[in-house]
């Protein structure tokens, strides 16, 4: 079994290759579990910090590219992961960078895969960021997407395409729309939600962060290892469990970013609190707060995802894995 | 004012053409009403039947090519009606040609009016083949879609990319989505809707059709002078009043298969109603019977779009306008 991860060099690519490392197996579409032989990772920097495994293949490229795609995925891959894309600040940023690699490049990934011998699992990284427009109300499973972001709209589009490949045979798809990831490791990064890890992580580490929208704010967060374990369940989901739509809204937690402050108080104390700086961003407040935060997400429940349990589980986990 | 429609040779482009012509004005945007001197009517093959007017031009061409499009919109249009498109049926069993015109050509047009001296208006004929999965349930403003074929699918990531070009002021786009279009005149067409026409059309004109759902199946439709109609009022309504999307479901009419027979029987007795044949088809069934039915289009109502007042005005209006 060949498995391919677009966009492995990340920091959810990079947990997703060591826990399937580990695993060793998995179960494609409801099917047993079985070993892979091959690990692809894929980006357009060299993954680092992987472990040394013969299973293990870096490659870095181009994913416009359809050369690149082709030698990548080959006649035959039993699973692609596709987490490559231009982030929510830089795709409104650059109308053009966002169009080519958030939809050109993966409606191109979709076409090929057609093509392909064996009809491949796809796993997509979409986005919460599809809904918008009053923010204020419950989102459901069935509520209509209303993107206030190219990204977000630029999701929407390839969720669309997923599903109508896989109606159609061509691939076997799953688009998982993620709440905002937290907390993140490393530096931030150009997401319109990249404070809501800050906020938290360099605090944490003695530095200061700033919290570009005002306490009261909601967010809808994910956990980067349940957001990890969500991908690899995906992939094992059978097809008809999806019924009439390979869209899932994956469980997140509502929370403020007061409910996180005052976390990061229990975490590490008022002088970490103090780091935190209250200036308000225009452009990051135009894309966030259109971004909806009560969710019910009773398909992807049903279908066996699992979230994270609390706030507090979330930065002891950040601290447990990337702090100690 | 320069308008130009493209697709504009089918029977809904022709009755737009007519309309527009005998009003000579017209509002975009909630500006007044101002008079056009330059009337494009684009479409594959040239369109006939249109009058003798100094301010109409009949254009032919491939609306997937690049330079055609230039042409057609030069530096400086007001006002595109975009309703060219490969039908439900046929992009169903056509894949790429689906791709190619409903999509690609769609997205290339989009891209050619962003760098427009000034964003045009463009009025979207979108589609209710939006929705599907469970056709049993009521479709709201705010319902997802969730297109159950290739050529739904196309309509709505359309619909999407006309609401993000719209916020980012490269268009001021407004997207339709139509009911089934009845009575249409002429000949039946792929659409997989076609013989919602035909089992009223033909029997009035002493022909056979066939009705390959049977009677109690519901329907969700529209008359070709009333969307005309909602085209033009689309065009005139201004940016704000779409507040969060440019998308509106056009406001229909539920009838069941039995009640279009029994409003046949009505106009023309029992002879025209055994005209009718009752062959399941199920590649048709596949498609038209994940439709949904039952709208709640207040969206539409609340911008002041306006559909039929009855089963009865629609066949009648068919008769005094294509049969007499």
Redesign the interface.
């Known amino acids: 079994m060949r498995i391919v991860i677009l966009g492995g060099a990340g920091f959810i690519g990079k947990k997703l290759v060591l826990k399937l490392l580990q695993r060793g197996r998995i179960s494609l579409n409801g099917r047993p579990v079985e070993a892979f032989d091959r690990l692809v990772v894929f980006d357009k920097v060299k993954a680092v910090g992987l472990p040394d495994d013969s299973r293990l293949q870096v490659e870095e490229g181009d994913i416009c590219d359809l050369d690149t795609i082709r030698e990548l995925l080959g006649n035959h891959t039993d699973l692609i992961f596709h987490l490559a894309a231009v982030v929510s600040g830089e795709a409104e940023k650059n109308?053009d960078l966002g169009m080519n690699v958030n939809l050109q490049a993966s409606m191109q990934i979709l076409e090929y895969c057609r093509f392909m011998k064996k009809a491949p699992v796809l796993v997509f990284a979409s986005s919460c960021a599809a809904y918008?427009?009053?923010p204020s109300?419950e989102v459901r499973?069935?509520?209509?997407?209303?993107?206030?972001s190219?990204y977000g709209?630029q999701k929407?589009?390839v969720d669309?395409?997923i599903?109508?490949y896989s109606?159609?045979g061509f691939i076997e798809g799953r688009a998982l729309r993620l709440p905002t990831i937290a907390v993140r490791p490393g530096k931030p990064n150009a997401a319109t939600t990249s404070f809501v890890s800050s906020i938290i992580r360099e605090p944490l580490q003695g530095q200061r962060a700033n919290c570009p929208v005002s306490p009261d704010v909601k967010l809808w967060i994910l956990s980067p290892d349940k957001v990890t374990d969500c991908f690899i369940h995906a992939a094992h989901i059978p097809a008809q469990a999806f019924?009439?739509?390979r869209v899932v809204n994956l469980p997140g937690l509502t929370v403020t970013v007061k409910d996180m402050v005052d976390a990061l108080e229990k975490a590490a104390g008022k002088e970490a609190v103090e780091l935190i700086d209250w200036e308000p961003d225009a452009f990051l407040q135009s894309i966030v707060l259109?971004f909806p935060r009560e969710f019910a997400t009773g398909k992807a429940l049903a279908l066996g995802f699992h979230g994270d349990r609390s706030l507090e589980s979330i930065i002891n986990a950040f601290i447990e894995e990337e702090l100690k």
């Open positions: 109308f918008g427009g009053d109300k499973d069935d509520t209509a997407p209303n993107p206030q190219s709209t929407v589009m669309l395409l599903n109508d109606r159609r019924k009439s739509s259109t």
